[in-house]
Structures are given as structure tokens and as C-alpha cells.
């Protein structure tokens, strides 16, 4: 199957640092990629999906402002957390699709686990 | 409003033998049912999907069945093994529309050796 890559696959920032977070699809174009936060023993939530060439949509309750997603590219999209607090740990899961339709597999990254101090 | 039930939060199973997962959904406009199964510390991967034009499909060991009237569908997990123990989610989406994918709870499934 296709590959998703996510890097880092851990990081560790201090509090009110900024945090990127790349996911790469390796052997296909994603058309749309999404991003998910999971808290421990929980379940995956959709932060937000973005389409190549444009604007992010973010779910309710999710801040742009603060979490900043860029998908330059056909296979690269990038989730950066601005002014991270303790409260933003989590296991940061990205998504990518090839095509428009949700009949074609998502296929996911490894995760990126990110503890803010 | 969990559009997504799934239960059991947490099911453990001998060696060998039948592991069951149940999901309810709301929305009838959800045509498209795919499980996932995650690894502690990794991303989910689709284990199987169904479109609720069939009401089973089977591949290998793990099987859908699909009740469109009752807006439930269930995996069943037959000869269950050490290494099908993960954390499973049903999910389902909306073709067509906006395409995300909604999830359950998840259910942690533990094969006893």
C-alpha cells in the first residue's frame, strides 16, 4: 500500500515555542491530506483538511491561528503549532488521499508525538 | 452528538477464538463503513471497508456484517490471534459530500496467548 511519512516521529519543545510537524506522502500525489489529534486511549479527531493549492478547512473549535497547516505541494503538508502549551501534548496523525473521493483510501502517517513543558 | 457508537470499549479474547465489535450509526446518508486497526504508537491502517450495497464482506480472517434497517454494522475477528491484539475503530463517511471520515471510540482488543 502507499506510504505516509510524518516527521519527527517525537519531539519535546518548552512552552510558548513553535512546533512543525511535515507529512509526506512518498509514492503518491495526495490530493487531500488531513490532520487528527488523539489524546491517550481516545479516539482520533479531525483537526482539519487541506487541499493542494489551497486554504486549510479547520472543524469547529480547532484555532488557525494556532494551528497553522500549509499543503504546498502534492505531497507534502505541514502542521505547525504555534505557541505550544502542556495543554497541545498529543499524538498528531496526519492523513493523505489520492483523489476526490472517499472511496479511495486514506492512508495514514505514523503519528508525531509532541509533549510541550 | 457521537454520530459513531462502538462498543465494547475493551474485549478479551482466547487464543483462537471469535472477537466481536459492534457500531451503530445515526446519519443514513453515511455510505461508506471502514474499520481501522492502530498499534500502540502508530497510525491507523484500514483493516476493511464496506459500502452498505452488500451486508457482508469477508477477507481473510476478519469479516464485516452490515444491518442497513438496524444502522449497524459489526467485525468479527475469527481465530483470533496474539498479534491481532490493537486498538480497533469503525468509522464511517459520506462519499461525495465531506468526505470525513467519522470514528468511534475504539474498542481495545487484547488476544489472550
Redesign the interface.
Known amino acids: 500500500g502507499a506510504v505516509?511519512s510524518?516527521h519527527p516521529s517525537r519531539v519535546i519543545c518548552k512552552s510558548g515555542t513553535s512546533v512543525k510537524i511535515e507529512c509526506r506522502s512518498l509514492d503518491f500525489q495526495a490530493t487531500?491530506m488531513?490532520w487528527y489529534r488523539q489524546f491517550p486511549?481516545?479516539?482520533?479527531m479531525?483537526m482539519a483538511?487541506s487541499n493542494e493549492g489551497s486554504k486549510a478547512t479547520y472543524e469547529q473549535g480547532v484555532e488557525k491561528d494556532k494551528f497553522l497547516i500549509n499543503h504546498a505541494s502534492l505531497t507534502l503538508s505541514t502542521l505547525t503549532v504555534t505557541s505550544a502549551h502542556p495543554e497541545d501534548s498529543s499524538f498528531y496523525?496526519c492523513?493523505a488521499r489520492e483523489g476526490?473521493?472517499?472511496?479511495n483510501?486514506?492512508?495514514?502517517?505514523?503519528?508525531t508525538?509532541l509533549t510541550v513543558l | 452528538q457521537q454520530q459513531v457508537k462502538q462498543s465494547p470499549q475493551s474485549l478479551i479474547v482466547q487464543k483462537g477464538g471469535i472477537s466481536i465489535i459492534n457500531c451503530a450509526y445515526e446519519n443514513t446518508a453515511f455510505d461508506y463503513f471502514p474499520w481501522y486497526q492502530q498499534f500502540p504508537g502508530k497510525g491507523p491502517a484500514l483493516l476493511i471497508a464496506i459500502r452498505p450495497d452488500v451486508s457482508e464482506k469477508k477477507e481473510g480472517r476478519f469479516t464485516i456484517s452490515f444491518n442497513k434497517s438496524a444502522k449497524q454494522f459489526s467485525l468479527h475477528i475469527m481465530d483470533s490471534q496474539p498479534g491481532d491484539s490493537a486498538t480497533y475503530f469503525c468509522a464511517a463517511s459520506r462519499v461525495n459530500r465531506d468526505d470525513k471520515i467519522i470514528f468511534g471510540k475504539g474498542t481495545r482488543l487484547h488476544i489472550l496467548p
Open positions: 505516509v510524518q487531500t488531513f486511549k481516545q479516539s482520533l479531525l483538511t496523525i492523513s476526490g473521493s472517499s472511496y483510501e486514506q492512508f495514514f502517517g505514523p503519528g508525538r
